[in-house]
Structures are given as C-alpha cells and as structure tokens.
C-alpha cells in the first residue's frame, strides 16, 4: 500500500504555531532568569512564583508576548482537538482534553485580567505559565495529521525473515537503535541501524514496533537511510511525563559549590575547617548534603527508567538503584570521618610553611604526610606469641 503523506499545516496554523513557540521560548528565558533566584525556595522546580516588584518589568515583556499570541489559541486549540479525534482512541486522551481545556481557561482568564503595566502581575503570572509549560503538548498536538497513517505493509515471509535478522543483531549488539517515538496506535516505534543480512559491508536502517529487547518485537520496514526512514514513519503523538501531577519538592537550599568546598579545605588551618566542608558534601544528621541530593536525583533517574516500561528500562533501573544505594552508604561512611575529622581538633605542624610568592625559596625536601610505620610480618606475630 503506498504511503499517504499527510497535509501540510494550514497558512494560519502555521503562523499560530510559530507564534506558540515564540512565546515558549521567551517564557524559557525569563524561568531560566529567576529558577535560582526564588526566596524562599519554591515548591517544586515546576511551579515558578516570580518575585514581587522586581519581576513586573519581566511579566510585561512576557504578557506582551501573550498578547501577541492570544489570537491564534483558538486556532490552535481547535487544530489540537481535531487531532485528537483523528486518531485512534487511548485512554490518555481524556487526559490530553482536560489539559486543552485548561488551556482554554487559562487564556480566557488571562484576557480578563488588566494590564500587568498598572499592577497586579502576579495573579496574570499562573495563566502565562500554563502557556508557557504546555506549549510543546499543544504544539504536536495541533500538528497531529488528520488523516490515518498507511504503513508500507511487508509479506508474511519477509517480515518473518527481517523480524528473525533484527533478534539475532540485538542479541549480538549489532542493532543500535536511533530514536524512538509513540504513533496514534499506541506502538511503541524505534528507527535502528543493522548491518544487511546479505551484505555485511552494507549498512541497512530498520523501522521496528515494540520493546526491542522482547520476543515481541516486530520489523515494520528497511530502509536504505535513516533520512528515508523517517520520511515513512507514522506520526509521533505527545510522550508522556514521569509525574502526570508535577515533580515533587526539590531542596533549593544555598550551599558553597564543590569548587569553593575544595578550596576551603586546600586552605584550612584547622580539622574542623574540613569536617565543615565535608559536612557539606555528606549532610548533617538534620539536613542532607551534596551526596544526599545525588542520592535523590539517582532515585528520580530510576523512575524514569522503570517508567519506560521496557527491558531496558527495567536494567537501567535496577542499575541506578544500586547506585543510589552505595550512594547512600558513602554518604553515612563519609559523615563518621566528618565527625572524627572535627573530634580530632587538630591544626597542620608549623613546618608547613607558606612558600614566598615573589622571591625565590632554597630548594627543600617536598613535604609530604608522614606515612604510617609498616605492620610486622605475620610470622613474626606468631613467633612473639610463642
């Protein structure tokens, strides 16, 4: 069956989406501006509460850029909801209808509110930042094509041979997997490079629906470049994200950078200086430290990785599991020498001394760290002993 290439996207709608993305790439600019800035630190890195008075300047550039954009939201709302319905249905279309509608609400809300030049920003900022987080969402969606997709449908007999060669070079590491998107279908498909079953000097690219790693895994098509790959592939649908109701609350708190950390201690005159910065790495007993947010991110990596629901995904997660446990376990290992660092109440032997900065200093023996007296030989042990 050839292959039906879908519509390009209307005059209007093009203008609309390039609008929308105009407006993500301004509101990206002023959340990168103040994500560090926050005080006190906000909920969670994706809910952004711009401070008072000193962002008013801020949230009318960026109103301004809304406004420009206000006129196409419906267009681009409506392009949205037809490409919803032009697909196959899924359960999370529920879900992608309850954010277009939200959307809708909050450009509504929005136009009602005044102009952020005579005050009242912050209640204008929420609506703005919707838009803001839901621009890519909104952007696939409204360039979903409207009209189903047509596979270039292989034999029985050659899908079986393909299908058999693609198995035998991912049990080898010869099939190296390109990109990967969902269709309207719900399939999971992947774009991967294999050497040609005839030609080994010869490098084909296939297109292959479901896990790779699973018996499952079934070849669609080949194709002579991955530029042509693409050209037949069905459209890609919005992906998913690891937490549907936000990511949870990341420590914000001010803390020196391992730099600085390194310095203090290259500096210190006293344990105590580096049980300090040490403290900063393991955490105290009340609040964690650098090792403690690694420990966190590695946790939100393994749920991500579980959440690709793939064979992959299920190593690389028990892989960043164990990382996250050692982590751990250096953290507590590091907090007993942070303690016995600051109980030794030592400071460095006089001899060290600082080396002149412009004259020069007579050649001396390097100082080092006097080493520890070497441990008998266990014969020796056993020969005291008797």
Same mark, same amino acid.
């Given at each position: 069956?050839?292959?039906?290439?879908?519509?390009?996207?209307?005059?209007?709608?093009?203008?609309?989406?390039?609008?929308?993305?105009?407006?993500?790439?301004?509101?990206?600019?002023?959340?990168?501006?103040?994500?560090?800035?926050?005080?006190?630190? #906000?909920?969670?890195?994706?809910?952004?509460?711009?401070?008072?008075?000193?962002?008013?300047?801020?949230?009318?550039?960026?109103? @301004?850029?809304?406004?420009?954009?206000?006129?196409?939201?419906?267009?681009?709302? @409506?392009?949205?909801?037809?490409?919803?319905?032009?697909?196959?249905? !899924?359960?999370?279309?529920?879900?992608?209808?309850?954010?277009?509608?939200?959307?809708?609400?909050?450009?509504?809300?929005?136009?009602?509110?005044?102009?952020?030049?005579?005050?009242?920003?912050?209640?204008?900022?929420?609506?703005?930042?919707?838009?803001?987080?839901?621009?890519?969402?909104?952007?696939?969606?409204?360039?979903?094509?409207?009209?189903?997709? =047509?596979?270039?449908?292989?034999? !029985?007999?050659?899908?079986?041979?393909?299908?058999?060669?693609?198995? &035998?070079?991912?049990?080898?590491?010869?099939?190296?997997?390109? @990109?990967?998107?969902?269709?309207?279908?719900?399939?999971?498909?992947?774009? &991967? =490079?294999?050497?040609?079953?005839?030609?080994?000097?010869?490098?084909?690219?296939?297109?292959?629906?479901?896990?790779?790693? =699973?018996?499952?895994?079934?070849?669609?098509?080949?194709?002579?470049?991955?530029?042509?790959?693409?050209?037949?592939?069905?459209?890609?649908?919005?992906?998913?994200?690891?937490?549907?109701?936000?990511?949870?609350?990341?420590?914000?708190?001010?803390?020196?950078?391992?730099?600085?950390?390194?310095?203090?201690?290259?500096?210190?005159?006293?344990?105590?200086?580096?049980?300090?910065?040490?403290?900063?790495?393991?955490?105290?007993?009340?609040?964690?430290?650098?090792?403690?947010?690694?420990?966190?991110?590695?946790?939100?990596?393994?749920?991500?990785?579980?959440?690709?629901?793939?064979?992959?995904?299920?190593?690389?997660?028990?892989?960043?599991?164990?990382?996250?446990?050692?982590?751990?376990?250096?953290?507590? @290992?590091?907090?007993?020498?942070?303690?016995?660092?600051?109980?030794?109440?030592?400071?460095?032997?006089?001899?060290?001394?600082?080396?002149? #900065?412009?004259?020069?200093?007579?050649?001396?023996?390097?100082?080092?760290?006097?080493?520890?007296? !070497?441990?008998?030989?266990? =014969?020796?042990?056993?020969?005291?002993? #008797?």
């Amino acid at each position: 069956m050839p292959i039906t290439s879908p519509p390009s996207p209307t005059p209007q709608l093009r203008q609309a989406v390039d609008s929308l993305t105009g407006y993500a790439a301004q509101y990206a600019v002023i959340r990168l501006r103040y994500e560090r800035a926050l005080n006190p630190p #906000r909920p969670g890195y994706w809910q952004i509460t711009v401070p008072g008075a000193a962002a008013e300047g801020h949230i009318r550039d960026l109103a @301004e850029a809304f406004n420009r954009l206000l006129p196409h939201t419906g267009v681009l709302l @409506e392009s949205a909801r037809a490409g919803i319905d032009a697909i196959p249905p !899924a359960r999370h279309h529920a879900g992608w209808r309850l954010l277009l509608d939200d959307l809708a609400h909050a450009a509504g809300q929005a136009a009602r509110l005044p102009d952020p030049a005579r005050g009242g920003g912050d209640r204008l900022w929420p609506y703005l930042q919707t838009w803001g987080e839901r621009a890519t969402l909104l952007r696939d969606l409204a360039l979903q094509p409207q009209q189903p997709h =047509s596979d270039v449908v292989l034999s !029985a007999p050659e899908e079986e041979l393909w299908t058999a060669h693609a198995h &035998a070079a991912r049990l080898r590491g010869l099939l190296q997997p390109i @990109e990967s998107r969902y269709d309207a279908a719900g399939r999971q498909i992947t774009v &991967a =490079s294999a050497l040609h079953p005839e030609d080994p000097d010869e490098e084909i690219v296939l297109v292959l629906s479901g896990d790779i790693d =699973s018996p499952g895994m079934r070849v669609m098509g080949h194709h002579t470049s991955h530029d042509d790959a693409i050209a037949h592939l069905p459209a890609a649908v919005p992906p998913g994200v690891l937490y549907p109701a936000g990511p949870p609350s990341v420590s914000d708190r001010q803390a020196p950078s391992l730099a600085d950390l390194t310095r203090d201690v290259a500096g210190g005159r006293h344990s105590g200086d580096v049980a300090e910065a040490i403290s900063y790495i393991a955490g105290h007993r009340a609040e964690g430290g650098y090792l403690a947010d690694i420990a966190a991110f590695l946790d939100t990596c393994t749920a991500w990785a579980s959440a690709m629901d793939t064979r992959a995904g299920l190593d690389l997660a028990a892989r960043l599991r164990m990382l996250a446990a050692q982590t751990r376990q250096l953290g507590h @290992e590091l907090r007993r020498v942070g303690d016995d660092m600051d109980a030794a109440v030592a400071v460095l032997p006089p001899y060290r001394t600082p080396a002149p #900065r412009h004259l020069k200093a007579p050649a001396t023996p390097a100082l080092t760290t006097t080493p520890l007296p !070497a441990a008998p030989p266990t =014969s020796a042990l056993h020969a005291h002993r #008797r």
